[in-house]
């Protein structure tokens, strides 16, 4: 079964409850810092831009998990939950924690995978890119080993992504 035999509601709620729980990551990440920038002006203590740089290393990490919330078999939450799963076009297998990675930067370019969307139904801008397509998952089918390690690659890899951006901003 491919991608155009999804329903747009079913790709829709997939996609909605995956973008929620997520931003519900980079927020619990993000609460130290929202802490911090509540009670350091209550206090005695001098600003330092130093603690504010740390407690962002934690809300760049939670929002780095976003990128790679597909690494584990090609399946998110909310992939798991509506039977979907995010696959490699050439070899059907659950795509690589690097082809989700790619597949998801492109989730920052939100305006323009919908405008694509209108013109290609069927695959996403990252989907293109990155060689994935999502489908359905066949009920009786034999999980693979989940690769711990790949997905581990991935995280470290999006937030080293997330620090270079982070780094760019500050320097500008």
């Not at 931003?23 to 203590?45: D, Q």
């Amino acid at each position: 079964m491919t991608y155009r035999s999804i329903p747009t509601a079913v790709r829709l709620k997939a996609m909605l409850v995956d973008h929620f729980l997520m931003c519900c990551i980079t927020v619990l990440f993000g609460i130290p810092l929202i802490v911090y920038a509540i009670i350091e002006p209550l206090s005695r203590v001098h600003f330092d831009p130093e603690n504010y740089k740390k407690l962002t290393y934690l809300v760049l990490f939670g929002s780095s998990l976003f990128f790679c919330k597909d690494s584990l078999n090609g399946q998110s939450f909310a992939k798991r939950k509506f039977r979907l799963k995010v696959i490699d076009v050439n070899t059907g297998n659950a795509a690589s924690p690097l082809q989700c990675f790619v597949r998801n930067v492109f989730c920052l370019l939100l305006p323009f995978e919908l405008l694509f969307s209108y013109e290609n139904v069927h695959r996403r801008i990252g989907d293109k890119i990155a060689g994935t397509e999502l489908i359905r998952e066949k009920l009786n089918a034999d999980a693979p080993k989940v690769r711990y390690w790949q997905a581990a690659v991935c995280v470290s890899i999006s937030f080293a992504f997330h620090l270079g951006i982070f780094l760019l901003i500050d320097i500008i």
